[in-house]
């Protein structure tokens, strides 16, 4: 990082750290993002943004920022830069000063820091707009299961605001303090949600010979869906296929009518998922009726992530830009896949982009009521925004 970059960033950490911790303070969850999302539109306006729009996607926010030479004449001019605001129904155990307000509620994922370092990117370039063309920040909604980036999307997030490239960023506990990371191709995995449910014939325990079990047919079916990824998914292809949660009956002595369980699939590949999906419709309609049950098969609650796959052109400005601000031995470009899912895939499957790691230090991992963004960490993450605009759109 060069010296006077670094001495304007240093300036600034003060503030943001107030500021990080104060979103910290004040978790809101999925699209009720409110104060986060009003917050972030007083101080892009502050920074004297080109045009802020508030309530894109519900309760997104999009900043328009022109370069020295005025705004991109067209989307090969103009990049977006996104970062998330919401944060997790999990009550906090950090013991921090600056702890969640909000009962049963806390920024378990890093969103507040995210959220903070782009809004520290986006101070410093207002005031230098060193870059040439239109940077277009959008600050998320709802990343946690409700899919904010698809709701922004579907609100013409970019036919309002076509650009050619999109980035993001997020931290990584266990990764030190100042290097970055990013997975070549995909990065993180898709998640589907479903709900089976197998109807039988309940009756007395005392007399299964009147009854069409469901316990035994849902047990059956546990086993069988496991068959899915050791014998029908390409041994080369990671999936993983989890019933998390099984419910059924209540007495000792009475065979119920119906179990209820859900299933959760994840993978790197939409076509895999695909092929999941119509092996576990198949194995729960058939494993039931040989028990004399019926298996359906729903889809359960919240928004289906695609897998998130980062793009070669867009991977390698994004690994310049981490290279200069960290030095090449800070930065890896193998990082593993992760069987965790990101909603930026969405954008990700209309725009090229990347999506990198950012070293989080020796902290709880993510969604653990631990769990605390590293205040450390803005420093470097701004500095990577802003050397990955000047990469992005030279002056």
């Keep these: 990082m060069n010296a006077p970059l670094r001495n304007s960033i240093a300036a600034m950490i003060p503030e943001l750290t107030a500021w990080r911790q104060d979103f910290h303070r004040n978790p809101e ?21 080109d045009e802020v729009v508030e309530g894109v996607g519900q309760t997104g926010v999009v900043g328009l920022l022109h370069g020295a030479s ?26 921090a000063p600056y702890a969640s307000a909000a009962a049963g509620l806390m920024h378990a994922c890093g969103h507040d820091g995210h959220t903070t370092m782009l809004l520290g ?7 230098t707009r060193a870059f040439d063309g239109t940077l277009v920040f959008c600050f998320q909604p709802a990343e946690e299961g409700y899919g904010g980036a698809q709701a922004m999307i579907d609100d013409s997030l970019l036919e309002r605001f076509p650009v050619k490239g999109a980035y993001a960023v997020h931290n990584w506990p266990g990764v030190p303090i100042g290097a970055f990371g990013v997975a ?3 990065a993180m995995a898709s998640t589907d949600k479903f709900v089976i449910t197998v109807e039988g014939v309940g009756g007395h325990a005392a007399f299964p010979h009147l009854c069409r079990d469901p316990i035994v047919a849902a047990a059956a079916i546990v086993t069988a869906a496991q068959t899915i990824v050791s014998r029908v998914v390409d041994p080369l292809e990671p999936a993983v296929v989890s019933i998390t949660a099984i419910h059924a009956g209540e007495a000792f002595n009475v065979i ?3 179990v209820e369980m859900k299933c959760n699939i994840r993978c790197f590949s939409e076509a895999v998922g695909t ?16 028990f004399g ?15 998130t796959v980062n793009h070669p052109a867009e991977t390698e400005i994004a690994l ?6 960290a030095g090449p031995d800070n930065v890896r470009d193998d990082v593993k896949p992760v069987m965790g899912a990101e909603d930026f895939a969405f954008i990700l499957r209309q725009v090229p982009g990347a999506y990198v790691f950012l070293g989080n230090g020796d902290t709880a991992m993510l969604h653990n009521p631990k769990y605390d963004f590293n205040d450390a960490a803005i420093a470097p993450g701004v500095a990577y925004w802003v050397e990955l605009a000047r990469r992005v759109l030279p002056a």
């Design 29 to 49: 969850l999925g699209f009720e993002v409110q104060r986060t999302a009003r917050l972030v539109a007083e101080r892009l306006r502050a920074f004297g943004f």
């Design 70 to 95: 005025g705004p991109a004449a067209g989307p090969e001019k103009r990049v977006l830069f996104r970062a998330d605001m919401d944060a997790l129904p999990i009550p906090e155990a950090t013991g």
């Design 121 to 127: 990117a986006a101070r410093h370039l207002s005031e």
């Design 184 to 186: 070549r191709g995909p």
């Design 256 to 258: 119920p009518d119906r």
């Design 275 to 290: 092929t999941i999906e119509t092996e576990l419709r198949r194995i729960c309609a058939q494993t039931a009726a040989a």
């Design 293 to 307: 049950a019926r298996a359906t098969v729903e889809k359960g609650d919240g928004v289906p992530y695609p897998p």
């Design 320 to 325: 310049a830009a981490m290279r200069a601000v």
